[in-house]
């Protein structure tokens, strides 16, 4: 009796420790083609038990229930995913970087989005890396060129910027002329997005 009810106790401890690695949360999922729903989604916690999101892990793929079956979304298949978490809102959008297309932890929603990229690797299965303590800010114009998209980095700033601002050449001169430079580069999103951007966002 005393051994079934330490093994017991076990059990509920693991699956305590299992149940605080990811939490469901309602969600508001944009498709890639254009129909949107309410879905039960889970987000990876970091440590578990954290509100800290594992964002490494979900621009991969997300879990989701559909039809009482766990099964996931892959970033090919939606545009972009609303949802609320610990007293915060988060929108993750299907976005061209580092050569694939992942879902990204966008934190300025606008005509210039800003995105956060996680390294990490995987063998398209399992994820061998990934961590919320390195983090590559990535540039994205909405309605424009995905590859066009870039990482804000200062190796190459001038030349990634004139890519991704190919559609608007008084963006292109600022750049020539050292007037957005790597240093000032988020007052330089401020600019255009109060310029080109959606007021309401």
Known sequence: MKR???????????????AQSSVEVLAWVTWSDGTTTDEDIYVELDPPGSTTISFGTTQQKLAYIKDDMRKYITPREVQRIEFE?????????STYAAGS?????????????????????????????????????????EG??????????RLGFRKKMMELFKSYPERQEKVKK???TYDNWEEMVDFFNATYGATDL
């Open 85 to 93: 978490f610990s007293d915060r809102d988060f929108v993750l959008i």
């Open 178 to 180: 050292r007037e957005y």
């Open 144 to 153: 424009e060129n995905q590859g066009n998209n870039a990482r804000v980095v």
């Open 4 to 18: 079934f009810l330490v093994l017991t106790l076990f059990t509920l401890a693991l699956y305590t420790l299992q």
């Open 101 to 141: 297309t992942l879902l990204m932890n966008c934190v300025i929603d606008n005509k210039l989005r800003v995105l956060h990229y996680y390294p990490s690797l995987s063998n398209g299965e399992d994820i061998f890396f990934e961590t919320n303590d390195m983090t590559w800010n990535v540039l994205s114009i």
